[in-house]
């Protein structure tokens, strides 16, 4: 086999991702209680077309063929989120054992079939019966996140090696809280800002219990971080732009990683709070040290002021060549990104938890799932994270969304991020092409 031209360090961490609510369905078996994401895809108008996750990809049930199927793909690692309804029910108090028992064989199967288990304890599926009690919005809910951080790790931590504490803080604060585009589809700025520091908390509060629970592994979380960047040198543009970037990125990488909320936030959030919820050791907690950071990458905004807004508002100038969602592709965001979370964030280890391409596809005449733009996506992403790692970042891992197709929260099934297709009728998992394109990448640890 030829050397590839884009060569990765022995050992570099080839996965695939997945989250619990969008593949596993048994959504009411076992014992697994509700979550925000159960009753907001029941919610008429939430989701497209009204999908829910109550089947899914019925991973809970297939879970070893897929296993079987990612040992097919020669991945290292895999990432998966327990969904924290089926290990404790209503979220605090009794255990359920058949939850765990569940994520019990699901390590075992993974390490049978010598891939390594990437655990994230929170991809968005909030039990109910927390969200009843006010959910993110209440500081308690923090404590409740700790206490079920130290149930897993107590029955996993002596398999798994990589703990994510939570998915995309800012999706589940702000998607959920502010835009109502998620679960719990609240729209109101104060709460989406004080869910944030209490998700953060939580966050701290899980690493202190992992800690505590003697972890061996090594801890971190996911943040989803966007290149920003203005429309125009105008000086209003490039507010805006700093505004977004806030918001978006420096609201999480400063508490993390400098114990302190950005400089500008107090003002920026000034309408809405005044940060009253935060106490005394907080932020302390929240940077609490990490072994390694992951990184989700799906957009590079150009950013300009809003006229409706001056003062706190940004406009989002639409891509030039829009995907199916909307976006534009950038790979040079994400070496942009590992650039600068390694040179003015950490030193820690870097993980590419996500990146991926919705795309709408389809199986031609021949049988082919012919997703060219998305093997040139990862292609074009891979060869960014190769940059950054070339200029020295400890980039020690790349995780293509999604490992297979799967509930795409508020686009239901309607959009395909997988590199296997599903096709729910019948469950039957395909190989895109893309698939075995990234097979190839990781046996060559590296592209042509
Ligand atoms: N959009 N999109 C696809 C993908 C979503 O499916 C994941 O669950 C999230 O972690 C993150 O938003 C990214």
């Known amino acids: 086999m030829p050397e590839p031209s884009v060569r990765f360090p022995d050992g570099f961490l080839w996965g695939a991702a997945t989250a619990a609510y969008q593949i596993e369905g ?3 078996e076992d014992g697994r209680g509700s979550s925000i994401w159960d009753t907001f895809s029941h919610t008429p108008g939430a989701v497209l077309r ?3 996750g109550d089947i899914a990809c019925d991973h809970y049930h297939r879970w070893r063929e897929d296993l079987d199927l990612l040992r097919d793909l020669g991945v290292g690692a895999y990432r998966f989120s327990v969904a924290w309804p089926r290990v404790i029910p209503a979220g605090t108090g009794p255990v359920n054992p058949a939850g ?3 994520y019990d064989r699901l390590v075992d199967g993974l390490l049978e079939r010598g891939i390594t288990p990437m655990l994230t304890l929170y991809h968005w599926d909030l039990p109910q019966a927390l969200q009843d009690t006010g959910g993110w919005a209440n500081r308690d809910t923090a404590e409740h996140f700790a206490d079920y951080a130290s149930v897993v790790h107590g029955r996993l931590g002596d398999r798994v090696p990589y703990w994510l504490t939570l998915n995309e803080p800012y999706c589940s604060a702000v998607v959920g809280h502010l835009e109502g585009r998620h679960a719990p589809g609240v729209r109101d700025e104060r709460v989406a800002v004080t869910a944030v520091h209490h998700l953060l908390l939580a966050h701290g509060k899980a690493v202190a219990a992992l800690r505590a629970g003697g972890a061996t592994g090594q801890v971190g979380i996911t943040c989803n971080l966007t290149s920003v960047h203005p429309a125009s040198d105008d000086p209003a543009d490039v507010a805006a732009a700093r505004r977004l970037d806030l918001h978006e990125n420096r609201m999480y990488l400063d508490p993390l990683f400098r114990a302190a909320y950005p400089e500008d936030a107090a003002a920026h959030y000034a309408p809405v709070t005044d940060f009253g919820f935060v106490r005394d050791g907080d932020l302390q907690l929240i940077a609490a040290p990490l072994d390694f950071f992951g990184v989700n990458y799906y957009e590079r ?14 406009r989002r100038v639409p891509p030039e060549h829009p995907t199916v969602t909307d976006i534009g592709i950038h790979p040079e965001g994400l070496a942009e990104i590992l650039d600068r979370v390694a040179k003015e964030y950490t030193p820690l280890p870097l993980v590419v938890t996500e990146t991926g391409l919705a795309l709408h596809d389809y199986a031609g ?3 082919e799932i012919a997703d060219d733009e998305r093997i040139a996506f990862f292609d074009g992403h891979i060869r960014a994270a190769h940059d950054a790692l070339t200029r020295g970042v400890p980039l020690i891992g ?6 297979m197709d799967n509930f795409e929260w508020a686009s239901g099934y309607g959009v395909r991020y997988g590199i296997y297709y599903v096709d729910y009728p019948t469950q039957r998992r395909t190989p895109k092409r893309s698939a075995r394109w990234y097979a190839g990448v990781i046996r060559a640890n590296g592209l042509e």
């Open 50 to 52: 009204g999908d829910t």
């Open 100 to 102: 765990l028992d569940f």
């Open 398 to 403: 790349f995780f293509p969304w999604s490992f």
């Open 365 to 367: 005449p021949d049988g």
């Open 301 to 314: 905004h150009h950013v300009a002021a809003d006229p409706a807004d001056p003062v706190r508002g940004w």
């Open 26 to 28: 048994a959504v009411a």
